[in-house]
């Protein structure tokens, strides 16, 4: 599984068909704390690189989502609606929140790979 994330402590995987799954980092989780309320986007709606997609809330802090590229959700996560926790116990796999169908490919090579976040988290 190739993974890619964002300043944003977002992560994407790339899937076959061209969408994009997107999720909150382990340290963006561990950051925030026990999550208990997710906000997630309009299927459909189209959102531009940088949009606030969504509202992740847990007991210390809310966060704003941010949409990691240019596209259109093309499915949320339900699952995580109805059990929050999930963001916690399983954030690179259940605990996704979005998929996106992209505007342009180019734009997901251009993200970190795991190295690349691994030195951007020990420098912030």
């Known amino acids: 599984m190739t993974l ?3 300043s944003d402590h977002e992560w994407l995987q790339l899937l076959d ?14 950051a925030l704390g026990d999550v ?8 459909g709606r189209s959102y531009a690189k940088g949009e606030v997609a969504g509202v992740v809330e847990s007991v210390k802090a809310a966060a ?3 949409m990691p590229l240019d596209g259109r959700i093309s499915q949320v996560n339900e699952d995580l609606r109805a059990d929050p926790a999930l ?13 996106i169908a992209l505007s ?4 997901f090579d251009s993200l ?7 030195r951007f988290t020990e420098s912030n």
Not at 19 to 28: H, M
């Open 4 to 6: 890619k994330f964002t």
């Open 17 to 30: 068909d061209g969408t994009a799954v997107v999720g909150i980092t382990i340290q963006a989780q561990d």
């Open 36 to 43: 208990v309320f997710v906000d997630l986007p309009e299927v």
């Open 64 to 66: 704003d989502v941010y």
């Open 87 to 99: 963001a916690n116990s399983d954030p690179l796999g259940n605990g996704w929140f979005f998929k």
């Open 104 to 107: 342009e490919r180019s734009q």
């Open 112 to 118: 970190m790979d795991e190295m690349a976040y691994a």
